[in-house]
């Protein structure tokens, strides 16, 4: 019976044909080279490369102390987005995967405690704190005396949408 594609009919001989060649591996005079003493080739690559590459302490259990205010979160996020080429989605994304209406709720809020219970205030506050480290910038007077006035850091609440019951007795 005649085949009645043209892949059906392969012949042995071009499948011998295209067998794959077996390339000799490289060889390196980089592996006898001896690493130089210069403090500042293992300064380099002690470094980490990437924002992702920077551990936090409390970052496993998700407990890093944040120490900017919602409003600070959002100012650093506005200019983060003058940026050239800069897409939101991707960057909520990379800091944990925030929903958009997450994000956009959390934008639309005005003060400094609003929006301290959105997942994006935690999740941005630490893509900024490791950013921060990575280019070795210092802290602000603003950080500082946050930490001195909170050191547990601001509560991931908001706190004007809390009941007070007033009672007697």
Same mark, same amino acid.
């Given at each position: ?5 043209? +892949? ?18 490289? +060889?390196? $005079?980089?592996?006898?080279?001896? %690493?130089?003493?210069? +403090?500042?080739?293992? *300064? ?5 490369? +990437?924002?992702?590459?920077?551990? #936090? *302490?409390?970052?496993? *259990?998700?407990?890093? %102390?944040?120490?900017? $205010? ?8 506005? #200019?983060? #987005?003058?940026? %050239? =080429? ?9 800091? =944990? ?13 005005? =003060? ?22 990575? *280019? =070795? ?13 909170? %050191? ?6 908001? @706190? ?8 007697? @007795?």
């Amino acid at each position: 019976m005649a085949p009645k594609r043209k +892949s059906d009919a392969i012949d042995v001989e071009v499948l011998e044909e295209k067998a794959p060649v077996h390339k000799k591996a490289r +060889s390196s $005079d980089a592996s006898a080279v001896a %690493p130089s003493s210069n +403090s500042q080739d293992t *300064e380099d690559t002690a470094k980490p490369k +990437s924002w992702k590459d920077i551990k #936090l *302490e409390g970052e496993d *259990e998700e407990c890093v %102390p944040v120490y900017d $205010d919602c409003a600070e979160v959002r100012r650093k996020i506005n #200019l983060l #987005l003058k940026t %050239p =080429g800069f897409k939101i989605t991707h960057w909520l994304k990379e800091i =944990g995967d925030i929903n958009s209406n997450s994000y956009r709720r959390f934008m639309k809020e005005k =003060g400094k405690t609003d929006g301290a219970s959105n997942g994006t205030y935690y999740a941005a506050y630490v893509y900024f704190e490791k950013v921060r480290i990575l *280019e =070795g910038k210092k802290k602000t007077a603003k950080r500082i005396s946050n930490e001195e006035s909170m %050191p547990n850091g601001f509560p991931l609440e908001n @706190r004007r949408r809390a009941w007070v019951f007033v009672g007697r @007795r």
